[in-house]
C-alpha cells in the first residue's frame, strides 16, 4: 500500500499562488493515477484534479479549469498541484490521493492526511 504525505499548505491573498506537494512512498508510484481532493470546513469532500499513471492525461473540476495544473514527477515519486489565481472559495484541506483515473472518490484506495489551504486578505 502506498503512503502519501501532502506539504506546501498554508495563507494567500486573493489571487496569489500556491504549490501543493505529495510525496509517496511504498508503493509502486507510477502505476497509480493521482488525484487532488479538498474538503471545505463544514462540507463535502469534493473532486479537484486527477492525472493518469503515465502523467500524460489530465481531467480538473470546472471550478478550478484554468487557474489549477496538476502535474505527475514519476522518477521523485511526487505529484504537484499548481494553484494560481487562487479565491476565498478555495480555501480548504487538500488530500491528494493514489488509484484510478477517475474524479470519483470511490477509485482511490489511498489517501493522504491532508494540508490546509487558506485564502485570505
Known amino acids: 500500500q502506498v503512503q502519501l504525505v501532502e506539504s506546501g499548505g498554508g495563507l494567500v491573498q486573493p489571487g496569489g499562488s500556491l504549490r501543493l506537494s505529495c510525496a509517496a512512498s511504498?508503493?509502486?508510484?507510477?502505476?497509480?493515477?493521482m488525484g487532488w481532493f479538498r474538503q471545505p470546513l463544514g462540507k463535502e469532500r469534493e473532486f479537484v484534479a486527477t492525472?493518469?499513471?503515465?502523467?500524460?492525461?489530465?481531467d480538473y473540476a470546472d471550478s478550478v479549469k484554468g487557474r489549477f495544473t496538476i502535474s505527475k514527477d514519476n522518477a521523485k515519486n511526487t505529484i504537484y498541484l499548481q494553484m494560481r489565481s487562487l479565491k476565498p472559495e478555495d480555501t480548504a484541506v487538500y488530500y491528494c490521493?493514489?488509484?484510478?483515473?477517475?474524479?470519483?472518490?470511490?477509485?482511490?484506495?489511498?489517501w493522504g492526511q491532508g494540508t490546509q489551504v487558506t485564502v485570505s486578505s
Open positions: 490521493a493514489a488509484g484510478v483515473f477517475t474524479n470519483t472518490q470511490i477509485g482511490y484506495d489511498a
Open positions: 511504498g508503493g509502486t508510484f507510477s502505476r497509480y493515477a
Open positions: 492525472i493518469n499513471w503515465r502523467g500524460d492525461a489530465t
